[in-house]
């Protein structure tokens, strides 16, 4: 899964965070991707622990979409 911002030409770089649905408990498959520059920055620090706090994964969100309709 990518997140962040990545440019064009940039190198993309795994990271090792350990992110969980926040409904199930089920854990990320993969890891997370994102661009090598950005992966430094605080902005990036923020936006993963965001991404932590709302993480749904495939399953939940698909049922979250169908209680809505
Ligand atoms: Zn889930």
């Given amino acids: 899964m990518r997140i962040g911002k990545i440019s064009d030409?940039?190198?993309m770089i795994k990271i090792q965070a350990e992110i969980y649905c926040t409904n199930c408990g089920k854990?990320?498959?993969?890891?997370?991707?994102?661009?090598?520059?950005?992966?430094?920055?605080?902005?990036?620090e923020i936006e993963i622990s965001e991404?932590?706090?709302?993480?749904?994964?495939?399953?939940?969100?698909?049922?979250?979409r169908l209680k809505k309709d």
């Fill in 27 to 44: 854990q990320v498959p993969g890891g997370l991707r994102t661009g090598e520059k950005y992966a430094q920055t605080k902005e990036f």
């Fill in 51 to 64: 991404f932590k706090k709302k993480y749904l994964c495939g399953i939940c969100r698909d049922k979250k």
């Fill in 9 to 11: 030409n940039e190198k």
